[in-house]
């Protein structure tokens, strides 16, 4: 398994991923992209990993390749470990370095603007408390992500990313957005359970009285033109 020099403690993100998909070796192994990112830590890895799962996750299998070791990264990150662990099957799991190349070019615009946008911020966001929050709502996103839902992988994929991207920047901001989104999530989630409580009482007997009436209203109309 190739182990490339990519001077990522000193150079941009955007830049480290770009030079990533430049190499020959037709086979990207997930040890490369881990060791990738040098110093910076599980923010950068949560969002390579989150971009590269908003990318190319529809290609089937590709988001349980990617989702298993952001859900490691959650873990890691809740019980407060230093340095991210892997086991060495994990390492050696790999995609096509073309497939990631296309996705790449796909986000590296976007990526970009937002990266001059980006500055330190309400480091509140950025502590140690708010780190041991974001690791485990990022095992819960992780969950949800390595799931095979086709398109289920999105919202989740996002989320991590902007969590991975505020701690790598130390950008508190990135953070809130963040939280905004899984908060209404939920709220969404609530506001459809209490409407589905408080409706189904009315609606399932309307729908067992329609599906009763429907076998009548059939007849009647083998009635009228069949006969």
Do not use: H
């Not at 209490?194 to 009548?216: D, R």
């Amino acid at each position: 398994m190739p182990d490339y020099d990519y001077q990522s403690d000193t150079r941009s993100f955007s830049e480290v991923i770009e030079d990533i998909g430049l190499k020959d070796d037709p086979k990207l192994y997930l040890g490369e992209l881990v060791n990738a990112f040098g110093e910076r830590g599980f923010g950068a890895l949560m969002l390579f990993f989150g971009v590269l799962s908003v990318a190319i996750g529809i290609i089937p299998g590709t988001t349980t390749i990617l989702g298993g070791p952001l859900l490691l990264m959650g873990l890691q990150l809740a019980i407060r470990q230093d340095q991210l662990w892997l086991p060495r099957w994990a390492l050696r799991r790999w995609i096509e370095r073309e497939t990631y190349r296309a996705g790449v070019a796909k986000v590296l615009p976007r990526l970009r603007k937002v990266e001059r946008l980006s500055r330190p911020r309400l480091s509140v966001m950025t502590n140690e408390v708010s780190e041991v929050l974001i690791g485990v709502a990022t095992v819960m996103l992780s969950l949800v992500l390595i799931l095979p839902i086709w398109g289920g992988n999105l919202v989740p994929a996002l989320i991590i990313s902007t969590f991975g991207f505020g701690l790598m920047q130390r950008d508190g901001l990135a953070i809130v957005i963040g939280w905004s989104a899984i908060t209404l999530i939920c709220v969404a989630a609530l506001v459809i359970w209490l409407g589905w409580t408080w409706v189904s009482p009315y609606l399932l007997p309307f729908w067992a009285w329609l599906n009763g009436l429907l076998p009548q209203a059939w007849a009647w109309l083998n009635g009228l033109f069949g006969g």
